[in-house]
């Protein structure tokens, strides 16, 4: 388990932060065609990448991988003996999961702290009658609360804006509260107590930020058309960077910490048009869903290499070897990939293949170690077997073999009625998994 939260990890890591490359790229040219507001949405292209990462891959089974099993077996198989390797990545699994949640939680507790202290800075929040929350300690307006959003204003709000900038004002902390955005924050704002190590992080919430605010700005505008100059200077008398700004990491505040030159000039382009928004929309949808099949599909391309060809023969015959069945399967699966059934017969078996340790591949082994399975060395699988009844494992025989060769498994059925011969032939072979594939139909 330790080794799939690490790999969990680095894989979305590495998702998140090609997406949020893309993003950069692409942020700037869209707003200056399709507008602020529905470049914005591009910004969805970050959590659809990392989720699609989390998706499991498709499984590359070939064949059926139950085994019919005349009779009840109870006696269990004994785990072949070989020699033990070592996992060569477990202390550094174990290091580097350490380090990862230690920072994780120290980045979460400040944050908390953080938000803490700034909520007690605003002293105590009296309401107006038009539902407005008056603090003496801010110096503009601003939006609090992901669940119960309020607006939060300094108690001499009449006397800094003039009742035209008042409107605006109000309508860009609206904007804020309709589109949801200090509820985008705090996601973002978890996102960064999990990826705390990633620098790139720390650019996209400010990046998310600023366009959080063109955004407002685009649709406070659309909405009052003529009210540019006077809502550039509402702009301009907000304190560019307060106290109590720096110190609120949740929330969407209007004395802007964001570039004040990109929003005005943002002020002076002329809005697009219902077409190129739309076609600006259809493009990021596009450019979305693309970005999630790839890192979806990637995973799959980057797990083929440890892909494993099982040949299953099981002989079961009497004890005169008189009456003797057969049984031949194949499958392929990947290292550590357990075989989904969708019905189980009242018997069956199956095996689950593991490579030893490779780089970018560790394996959380404690399992087996629990059981005293020794591990694989780098030339050979370990089979982790199940006999199961009715769904349920019965029994959990183990052998280690080398790649192409053959692991035998005998045992006798209580009281001598069938003898049993299970021959397990894994392997990695490019060539035999080919044309497996092959003779599957390409599957």
């Known amino acids: 388990m330790k080794a799939e939260i ?4 680095i894989d979305t890591t590495l998702a998140l932060s090609a997406a949020v490359l893309i993003v950069r790229l692409l942020r700037k040219p869209l707003q200056a065609t399709v507008g602020a507001r529905t470049a914005y949405w591009v910004w969805i292209l970050v959590p659809t990448t990392v989720l699609a990462v989390l998706l499991p891959a498709p499984s590359p089974i070939l064949a059926s991988a139950q085994v019919a099993l005349p009779g009840q077996i109870r006696t269990a198989f004994a785990a072949a003996t070989a020699s033990e390797s070592i996992s060569y990545h477990a202390e550094l699994v174990n290091l580097a999961l350490i380090a990862w949640a230690v920072g994780a939680g120290a980045m979460c507790l400040s944050m908390l702290a953080r938000q803490r202290s700034f909520l007690r800075s605003l002293g105590t929040l009296t309401r107006d009658a038009n539902g407005l929350h008056r603090s003496d300690t801010v110096l ?28 605006l004002v109000l309508a860009h902390e609206r904007a804020h509260e309709s589109r949801g955005d200090v509820a985008i924050n705090l996601a973002a704002s978890f996102a960064l107590c999990v990826y705390w190590f990633n620098p790139l992080i720390y650019r996209a919430l400010a990046w998310l930020r600023i366009d959080q605010e063109l955004a407002c700005d685009a649709l406070v505008l659309a909405q009052r058309r003529g009210e540019r100059r006077r809502y550039a200077d509402a702009l301009l008398k907000a304190q560019v960077a307060t106290e109590s700004a720096l110190r609120q990491p949740i929330g969407c505040h209007w004395q802007s910490t964001h570039p004040l030159n990109e929003r005005i000039s943002m002020l002076k382009r002329p809005l697009p048009g219902r077409l190129r928004r739309l076609s600006g929309l259809a493009f990021i949808a596009f450019l979305t869903g693309i970005s999630g099949y790839a890192a979806w599909a990637g995973q799959a391309v980057s797990q083929d290499d440890r892909a494993i060809l099982i040949g299953l023969k099981v002989t079961v015959s009497d004890p005169q070897k008189t009456n ?3 049984l031949n399967y194949q499958y392929l699966v990947r290292s550590g990939e357990s075989i989904q ?16 340790d490779q780089p970018g591949h560790p394996t959380d082994w404690s399992d087996q170690k629990a059981r005293g399975i020794p591990l694989p060395r780098s030339d050979q699988i370990l089979l982790d077997c199940a006999i199961r009844r009715d769904g349920k494992a019965m029994q959990r025989p183990a052998v280690i073999v080398g790649d192409g060769k053959t692991g035998t498994i005998e045992t006798n059925e209580p009281g001598g009625l069938h003898s049993y011969r299970i021959e397990i032939t894994p392997s990695t072979s490019p060539e035999k998994i080919a044309a497996a594939r092959r003779q599957s139909g390409g599957k």
């Open 324 to 326: 003797v069945h057969v």
């Open 6 to 9: 690490l790999q969990a990890v």
């Open 341 to 356: 059934t969708t019905d189980a017969p009242p018997l069956d078996l199956a095996c689950t293949p593991y490579l030893a």
């Open 140 to 167: 503009a307006p601003m939006l609090l609360g992901a669940w119960r959003p309020k607006i939060v204003v300094p108690t001499d709000f009449e006397s800094r804006y003039s009742p035209e900038e008042r409107e």
